[in-house]
């Protein structure tokens, strides 16, 4: 396969010789990314499995299993040590300890290469990667290219899902500063035709579609489930936009031309940023598979070979995410074996010590945790009873229906909060209401992710149900029976 996180990842800089894909991955053999787990708060390297091969996922999966698991640093492939690291704060503070932003948890974008499994990137809001001292990367109004491959449906309109090239003081410093591939659908500065979501260029102070400051026309909505997505620059103020799905056909140019007005000279900094704007702002989303910068503009017959490469790799969604479904139940010792499928009911019961008898139960629209038992009133039976569906956000995870008040679900909301709230029908509530349960992370039971903040999962603090992370910093992200919070019996029908 290729460069990147998958195969390796990112930024070739300096480089005259354009996207050298092939040749890097035939000869790479050093590290991808580090990983984090939260059960000791050591780290591991991925590495490829062999020469130029994809990342070797199973040493990610043995490394995490049971834990928590964050991606640390991306490395540079290019031999120029440009690595990614968690984003400091900017213009913007991050949500993490110090004003930083978050990490990306390892196993928010599994998918396989070629049928082998691997992960991208997934960023939630909040999460940002940067690099304020690169180097090789361009400077001014030189010359460059970017190309990424990205969850063609996985973005918002957030500022700002960005990669590329920034500002070193992670402030903006004003328009030109940056140069970065965009994706998303905000519509606060440029947009294309139709609703969205847009490839655009982020050229600092605005989101450009080509050069007019708002509609550009020939920049299509693209929401393949994996795109490739291009921008480039070079001194005699032209740039162009290019894009395609990465799992056939062939990229496209959107735009080609020249820079909005009051963007010519460019004033390119050089740092590099993934899943944050220039100043730091962090409300974005969005998933990076793979991506490279250039010095240099690269030919459109340069990216197409590119593209040639990216296809090869055969990119393909993975297998459910949720071990629930797979595995059946892992509940109560006794009468129950009813398998979890999509339609029949659930329950879930703390395992922490103490709290084996409480159940998540909803009352109205909060959501706590209560004893209930065979011989309790059947009203708080169905209030600690839910309907198994498919994930509203994505069908490789679940959600889960209320069984008392039809069409309600517990969603994650306000980042860290769990609710029941009736289904608005917006993409925003089917990505809360979308959760992913894995093995229990003390060896009982599930432990259930949020699929739209795969560092969050749904735990009980204090008899109330949080979407905690044990790198968070509020009183309910304490990491001291985090493992045993965050992990629950599920019974294929209601208490008792
Ligand atoms: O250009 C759009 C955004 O505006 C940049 O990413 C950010 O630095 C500024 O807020």
Known sequence: ACIT??????????????????????????????????????TTTIAPIA????????????????????????????????????APPGGFKGPA?????????????????????VYGV??????????????????????????AVLDGTHYNGKCCFDYG?????????????????????????????????WIMGDLEDGLFSGSNAKLNSGDPTINYRFITAVVKGESSNQWAIRGGNAVSGSLSTFYSGVRPNGYNPMKKEGAIILGIGGDNSRNAQGTFY?????SGFPTDATEDAVQANILAAKYAVGASQSTLLTTGLAGDSGSISRRATIGNSISFRATSAGYTTQYITHNG??????????????????????????????????????????GSYIRRSNMDHIELNANDGTKEFNEDATFCPEDG????????????HPTRYIRHYNNVVYAASNVGLQTFDDAISFHDDVSWRCRGYEPG
């Open 5 to 42: 996180l998958l195969a390796p990842a990112l930024v070739v800089k300096g480089l005259q010789c354009l996207y050298p894909r092939r040749r890097w991955a035939l000869a790479y053999t050093g590290p991808l990314y580090q990983v984090k787990r939260g059960s000791d708060s050591t």
């Open 51 to 86: 020469a130029g091969g994809i990342a070797n996922a199973a040493t990610q999966d043995t490394f995490c299993a049971k834990t928590t698991c964050l991606i640390s640093i991306i490395y540079d492939q290019s031999g120029r040590g440009n690595h990614l690291t968690q």
């Open 97 to 117: 300890a110090d004003g930083y932003d978050n990490l990306a948890s390892a196993i928010g974008a599994p998918i396989t290469i070629n049928g082998q499994k």
């Open 122 to 147: 997934f960023v939630a809001p909040g999460t940002g990667y940067r690099n304020n001292a690169a180097s090789g990367t361009a400077k001014g109004d030189a010359a460059e290219g970017m190309y």
């Open 165 to 197: 090239n920034a500002e070193t003081n992670s402030r903006d410093t004003g328009a030109g500063h940056m140069e970065c591939i965009y994706f998303g659908d905000s519509t606060s500065w440029g947009k294309g035709a139709g609703s969205g979501p």
């Open 290 to 294: 793979e991506g490279a910068m250039t």
């Open 365 to 406: 629209s909060a959501i706590n945790i209560q004893a209930v038992s065979s011989s309790s009133n059947p009203i708080l039976k169905q209030q600690a009873s839910w309907t198994i569906r498919t994930g509203l956000g994505n069908d490789a995870c679940l959600s889960f229906e209320s069984q008392d008040t039809a």
């Open 441 to 452: 992370f003390n060896g009982q039971g599930y432990s259930i992710r949020s699929w739209n």
